[in-house]
């Protein structure tokens, strides 16, 4: 039950503040590059696999014991976590792709993740099997984005230019030299609208989301709702397999009179179903369309 409670807990940590924070972080990797963003989400990672094995090995000498573990997700969440890190990486594919061939690298991409999930366990089990230390597979989790990072820094070149960046950069910090002063401006301002002034202020951070929100387009009176509605939709889907996930094992275990090896084999078949149809059958789809 404890476990269950602190894997609970800091699922919801990361999610809410990465949630909170990930708009911010796309655009400081429109302002700043897609190689920054990476380096500090990959830093959150491994600030992760370092903070759980350090519980793992000393909770007893550490303030509040195994719930020192909720200190990553804070760490990550505040860095933009795992949402952050995939929009800069699909950010740096689409930079360094063309129209002919962005759909069928994202497709590898996908088919190369769902091929991890479903090989990783396996490795990981003859790993612990092999060695009798459960902590091995966080230690190699932990080199594995070491040497990420290091690639990231040092060898991976930037895909975002010079010139895009400033522009992004002037966008986001318009000149307001021919502005009205700040004094004279509050001066002419209702009640309502200095209450927002400030909240804007201090959830400075919530800004990027408002693309999400329905607005105007061109000269027609309506107001557009796709964005709002595709975020909706896309919510929903992540909350299902967030809820689903979890479970797969247990159900298959108790309904399916599966046991556990059995049902983790028929979940990593499901990632390896995956893995073919983005690397082989997706493709496909895109050529004929």
């Not at 490795?123 to 230690?139: A, D, E, M, P």
Request: hydrophobic share 45%.
């Amino acid at each position: 039950q404890a476990a269950a409670s602190i894997g609970a807990l800091i699922t919801t940590i990361m999610g809410a503040l990465s949630c909170l924070t990930a708009g911010w972080w796309g655009k400081f990797c429109d302002r700043h590059g897609r190689v920054k963003m990476l380096s500090i989400t990959l830093f959150g990672a491994l600030l992760s696999d370092f903070v759980f094995i350090l519980v793992a090995m000393a909770s007893e000498r550490l303030p509040g014991g195994y719930r020192f573990l909720t200190v990553a997700p804070v760490v990550d969440g505040i860095l933009g976590g795992i949402a952050t890190g995939s929009a800069a990486t699909h950010a740096y594919l689409s930079d360094t792709t063309t129209s002919l061939n962005r759909s069928r690298i994202f497709s590898l991409m996908l088919g190369l993740l769902f091929g991890g999930m479903a090989v990783g366990p396996i490795i990981g089990g003859q790993l612990i099997t092999s060695t009798g230390n459960l902590l091995s597979v966080f230690y190699i989790s932990f080199v594995v984005h070491l040497v990420y990072l290091f690639i990231t820094l040092f060898i991976i070149p930037e895909s975002l230019k010079k010139e895009a960046m400033e522009s992004n950069r002037k966008q986001s910090n318009p000149d307001t030299s021919d502005a009205p002063s700040t004094q004279h401006t509050w001066k002419h301002m209702t009640t309502t609208q200095r209450t927002s002034r400030i909240l804007g202020g201090v959830f400075f951070f919530l800004a990027p989301l408002s693309v999400f929100l329905p607005r105007k387009t061109g000269n027609s009176q309506q107001k557009n709702w796709n964005l709002t509605f595709l975020a909706i939709a896309y919510g929903i889907i992540t909350l299902l397999i967030a809820r689903i996930l979890p479970i797969q094992v247990p159900v298959c275990q108790l309904h399916l009179r599966v046991d556990i090896p059995g049902a983790r084999v028929l979940a990593q078949c499901d990632r390896g179903t995956s893995c073919y149809t983005s690397n082989h059958i997706t493709p496909c789809f895109h050529q004929i369309l």
